[in-house]
């Protein structure tokens, strides 16, 4: 398994990634990423400044990724965890660990003092790796996400 930057090229493919874990995994298609516009141009969405996206690739298939952005909505320095999802094979092999310090120490270098994240209730072992990696538990959303069915919100201080 390789983590490299998203290419233009993985648009298409990232997008399915995504869309097949909510479909497999059953999580809300509404008010979650699986509704978000930018969900086909993950490329054009974080070739920008204080942004960036990981692929997790494995024999030149795309299994995951997750990414940092600028949290929406808001005037401080704080960026978001996004997008992280993996398909069923790239589970509990340590690569979400080893993805989301990649967007962490990315997060660092770009500057941010924050790093933000809201993720579903179900998501039980998203939740204890972000603990794990010093994610703390906020009682109400910061920012505007629009992510209305993801009502578990972390921090975490870079």
Not at 29 to 54: H, I, S, W
Not at 85 to 102: D, H, Q, S, V, W
Not at 120 to 146: D, H, I, R
Request: hydrophobic share 35%.
């Amino acid at each position: 398994m390789n983590i490299r930057p998203i290419e233009k090229k993985d648009n298409m493919q990232i997008a399915n990634v995504i869309r097949a874990v909510f479909i497999s995994d059953n999580y809300p298609k509404t008010g979650t990423a699986y509704a978000d516009v930018q969900l086909d141009f993950m490329f054009e969405t974080y070739n920008k400044p204080k942004a960036c996206y990981l692929i997790l690739e494995n024999n030149g298939l795309i299994v995951g990724g997750a990414g940092i952005n600028q949290l929406d909505n808001s005037n401080e320095n704080i960026c978001e965890l996004q997008k992280m999802y993996f398909l069923e094979e790239a589970r509990g092999k340590g690569f979400g660990y080893k993805i989301i310090m990649k967007c962490l120490e990315k997060a660092s270098q770009l500057g941010y003092d924050k790093c933000y994240l809201e993720t579903l209730p179900e998501m039980l072992l998203a939740q204890n790796l972000y603990s794990k990696v010093g994610f703390e538990y906020l009682k109400a959303p910061l920012g505007g996400t629009g992510h209305t069915s993801c009502p578990v919100y972390m921090i975490k201080k870079l």
